[in-house]
């Protein structure tokens, strides 16, 4: 994956906007993290892609890979992904070096305090692909300190095929993270009627 592809988020310009889910997630956006989780091929990037576009919040779109796994690299794409979201701003990011290395809770909340400076509200962060990530990894308690000093007017949305590891069990236990599931993002009967009228002029 080249690191534009890792960066870039997906075209959503021809899909068919899902007003009742989108309404669902205008619910859900009220707190700092939204965390999505449903099976592969369930929709969820289209639908927070188009849902984005639709409702016009610019955002930092990152497509989590395995390679994250390394916390040096995490934080060097999200480096790459602030400077695209906010170009004026020359000074980049830090990067994660050995130095840092007996302080990584202290780096990555100073870390993620600056890039959310960087954002002008309404913004959106979206980590796509989190079920990438083992479930021993860092990363996830490093994204835990990235989700608990989210500010107002920014929002971040987690994809992912699963629910949230315990890792993240405060941040639901203090409504700071909403869950949207299979039940919110699965099509209705008459959804699947409008893609299919969009897709071959012609309703089911």
């Given at each position: 994956?080249?690191?534009?592809?890792?960066?870039?988020?997906?075209?959503?310009?021809?899909?068919?906007?899902?007003?009742?889910?989108?309404?669902?997630?205008?619910?859900?956006?009220?707190?700092?993290?939204?965390?999505?989780?449903?099976?592969?091929?369930?929709?969820?990037?289209?639908?927070?892609?188009?849902?984005?576009?639709?409702?016009?919040?610019?955002?930092l779109?990152?497509?989590?890979?395995?390679?994250?796994?390394?916390?040096?690299?995490?934080f060097?794409?999200?480096?790459?992904?602030?400077?695209?979201?906010?170009?004026r701003?020359?000074?980049?990011?830090?990067?994660?070096?050995?130095?840092?290395?007996?302080?990584?809770?202290?780096?990555?909340?100073?870390?993620?305090?600056?890039?959310?400076?960087?954002?002008?509200p309404?913004?959106?962060?979206?980590?796509?692909?989190?079920?990438?990530i083992?479930?021993?990894?860092?990363?996830?308690?490093?994204?835990?300190?990235?989700?608990?000093?989210?500010?107002?007017?920014?929002?971040?949305?987690?994809?992912?095929?699963?629910?949230?590891p315990?890792?993240?069990?405060?941040?639901?236990a203090n409504?700071?993270?909403?869950?949207?599931?299979?039940?919110?993002?699965?099509?209705?009967?008459e959804?699947?009627?409008?893609?299919?009228?969009?897709?071959?002029g012609?309703?089911?």
């Amino acid at each position: 994956m080249t690191s534009l592809t890792k960066i870039s988020p997906p075209n959503a310009s021809d899909t068919v906007p899902r007003e009742r889910a989108f309404r669902l997630l205008d619910d859900c956006m009220r707190s700092p993290a939204v965390w999505i989780a449903s099976p592969a091929g369930s929709g969820k990037t289209t639908l927070v892609s188009s849902y984005l576009q639709a409702r016009k919040i610019p955002c930092l779109w990152y497509q989590i890979d395995s390679g994250d796994s390394d916390t040096a690299t995490f934080f060097y794409y999200l480096g790459l992904a602030a400077k695209k979201a906010a170009p004026r701003f020359r000074k980049a990011l830090p990067l994660l070096t050995p130095e840092y290395s007996m302080g990584i809770p202290v780096f990555a909340r100073r870390y993620f305090e600056e890039l959310y400076k960087r954002l002008k509200p309404p913004f959106a962060i979206v980590l796509d692909n989190y079920q990438e990530i083992p479930a021993d990894s860092p990363l996830h308690e490093i994204v835990n300190i990235g989700l608990s000093c989210v500010p107002e007017g920014i929002r971040v949305v987690v994809i992912s095929r699963y629910v949230a590891p315990g890792n993240f069990a405060r941040l639901r236990a203090n409504n700071e993270m909403k869950l949207f599931g299979w039940d919110e993002i699965r099509l209705t009967r008459e959804e699947t009627g409008e893609i299919a009228q969009a897709s071959y002029g012609q309703r089911l």
